[in-house]
T-cell receptor, first 114, second 115 residues
Framework: AQKVTQAQTEISVVEKEDVTLDCVYETRDTTYYLFWYKQPPSGELVFLIRRNSFDEQNEISGRYSWNFQKSTSSFNFTITASQVVDSAVYFCALGETSGSRLTFGEGTQLTVNP | DADVTQTPRNRITKTGKRIMLECSQTKGHDRMYWYRQDPGLGLRLIYYSFDVKDINKGEISDGYSVSRQAQAKFSLSLESAIPNQTALYFC??????????????FGPGTRLTVL
C-alpha cells in the first residue's frame, strides 16, 4: 500500500526566513510520481510540482525548490525568503504508475508572520 | 471562467437526506475524481472515472455513488447523508496526454455539513 507522511503538522516562521517542509513516502511501485499542492486560506488546491521517480534532479522555481532523494524516500519542499502570502496548507502526494489515484499526506500548515 | 467548477459551494443538510454534488470542467480532460478532505487526514479518494464508461471505487467509496453524465460532468451522490460525511469535497480532472501528463487539477471545493 502507498503511504505519505508529512510529520510537521504546523510550522510557524517569520517573514524572510527559509523553511523546509518534509515529505516521506512508501511505495512498492518502481515507477511512481510525486506532487506538491498548496491550499491557501481560500480553500482551493493549487498544483505546484510533479516529479517522476526516474528523475532525481532537484528543481528550483523562483523561491521554491524541491529535493527528491529516492535513497531516503523523501521529497522535501523548501521556500526561500518566505513571505506572508506563502501561508497555506501544503500537501505532498504520491501517484501510482500513471499518476492517477493520488495518496495524500496529512498536510503541513505553514504560517509566515510579518 | 474557472476550468473546474463545483456546485453547490456550500451545503447544509440533515441526516438521511439525499445529496448530489456536481462537478463540471471545460479543460477537455478525460479523467475525473472525487476526494474528501477531513482535518488532519489530507485528501482521500472516493471515486474516479477515466472516461464516461469507466468508473472505479477509491479508498472510501462506502456511502457514496457517482454518475459520469458526459465527459465534462461527474456527480457525487450521498444516498442517505450521515454526520460523519461532513467534510470538504473536491473534484479533480486530469489528462493522460497533458503536460505534465496526468496531473490532477482541482475545483474550488464544496463544503458539506450534515446535521
Amino acid at each position: 500500500a502507498q503511504k505519505v507522511t508529512q510529520a510537521q503538522t504546523e510550522i510557524s516562521v517569520v517573514e524572510k526566513e527559509d523553511v523546509t517542509l518534509d515529505c516521506v513516502y512508501e511505495t512498492r511501485d518502481t515507477t511512481y510520481y510525486l506532487f506538491w499542492y498548496k491550499q491557501p486560506p481560500s480553500g482551493e488546491l493549487v498544483f505546484l510540482i510533479r516529479r517522476n521517480s526516474f528523475d532525481e534532479q532537484n528543481e528550483i522555481s523562483g523561491r521554491y525548490s524541491w529535493n527528491f532523494q529516492k535513497s531516503t524516500s523523501s521529497f522535501n519542499f523548501t521556500i526561500t525568503a518566505s513571505q506572508v502570502v506563502d501561508s497555506a496548507v501544503y500537501f505532498c502526494a504520491l501517484g501510482e504508475t500513471s499518476g492517477s489515484r493520488l495518496t495524500f499526506g496529512e498536510g503541513t500548515q505553514l504560517t509566515v508572520n510579518p | 471562467d474557472a476550468d473546474v467548477t463545483q456546485t453547490p459551494r456550500n451545503r447544509i443538510t440533515k441526516t438521511g437526506k439525499r445529496i448530489m454534488l456536481e462537478c463540471s470542467q471545460t479543460k477537455g480532460h478525460d479523467r475525473m475524481y472525487w476526494y474528501r478532505q477531513d482535518p488532519g487526514l489530507g485528501l482521500r479518494l472516493i471515486y474516479y472515472s477515466f472516461d464516461v464508461k469507466d468508473i472505479n471505487k477509491g479508498e472510501i467509496s462506502d456511502g457514496y455513488s457517482v454518475s459520469r453524465q458526459a465527459q465534462a460532468k461527474f456527480s457525487l451522490s450521498l444516498e442517505s447523508a450521515i454526520p460523519n460525511q461532513t467534510a470538504l469535497y473536491f473534484c479533480a480532472t486530469s489528462d493522460l496526454g497533458g503536460i505534465p501528463t496526468d496531473t490532477q487539477y482541482f475545483g474550488p471545493g464544496t463544503r458539506l455539513t450534515v446535521l
